[in-house]
């Protein structure tokens, strides 16, 4: 009797499909090539900083600082996001984020990391923006989480889960850039310092809307005496500017 390996048996029966659609693709999790396309992936020209996309036949040198960087510098010193948020990605974030399907997760921090190809240094840490525990308890999980240890895992760094606690605040929904600010002011704090002192920490969340929840984490961390905060999303708001 032939004996046929388990994982041959398993694709045979099972095989691997694109998440969104269910098309047949060669790796499980990744996305097909049509789904692919159908994403605003952000590549060149973007701030060198916050990686805010700048139109493709704009030259605008190696190291280009979008006006928002220019006139209020980030607290963290470097952020990249795969995607931009738009009808596509918000079908797959929305159910991702509230609907169950931490499937998504794979081919999401897969886009997330390409997206930090031009990171400046290995972090020494990666942390998943935190979710109050209430919402934690509500939701089940945190997919920032989700998002964040396939991350670390790649790069080889511990990721910390319980350096930093969050109150919970109710949704910042349609507010305005100063309004999140304000709503996320203190929301916050740090509970073990020394695991945060002198380390590069990357951040991991799923969407940037106005970056205020990173920047308020990030004033936090290096107020704990963080020696540099990166950000990274799978995908940002991207407002006129």
């Excluded at 990249?80 to 990605?89: E, G, H, P």
């Excluded at 999401?108 to 240094?121: G, K, L, N, T, V």
């Excluded at 969050?166 to 929904?173: E, I, L, N, T």
């Excluded at 920047?215 to 799978?234: I, W």
Aim: proline share 7%; charged share 20%; aromatic share 10%.
């Amino acid at each position: 009797m032939i004996s046929i390996p388990a994982h041959f048996t398993a694709e045979f029966l099972f095989p691997s499909s694109c998440p969104l659609c269910g098309a047949r693709v060669s790796t499980d999790g990744e996305l097909c090539a049509d789904c692919w396309v159908g994403f605003n992936w952000i590549g060149n020209p973007k701030c060198s900083v916050c990686g805010y996309p700048f139109p493709a036949n704009l030259d605008l040198g190696t190291h280009p600082i979008c006006p928002h960087c220019y006139q209020m510098p980030s607290r963290l010193k470097w952020i990249r996001c795969a995607c931009v948020y738009d009808d596509v990605s918000r079908s797959a974030m929305l159910p991702f984020k509230h609907g169950g399907r931490i499937q998504y997760a794979r081919f999401m921090s897969r886009a997330i990391m390409w997206a930090m190809r031009d990171i400046p240094e290995y972090p020494d840490l990666v942390m998943p923006v935190p979710l109050a525990w209430r919402r934690l308890f509500h939701r089940g999980y945190n997919q920032a989480t989700l998002l964040a240890r396939p991350i670390a895992r790649a790069l080889g760094v511990r990721m910390d889960l319980t350096s930093v606690r969050r109150r919970y605040r109710p949704d910042m929904g349609h507010k305005t850039a100063s309004q999140r600010s304000e709503n996320i002011r203190g929301v916050f704090s740090v509970v073990s310092p020394d695991k945060i002192h002198g380390r590069s920490i990357l951040l991991i969340d799923d969407v940037m809307t106005t970056g205020a929840t990173l920047n308020e984490l990030a004033r936090v961390l290096k107020r704990a005496g963080a020696r540099a905060v990166y950000g990274a999303t799978f995908c940002r708001v991207v407002h006129a500017i």
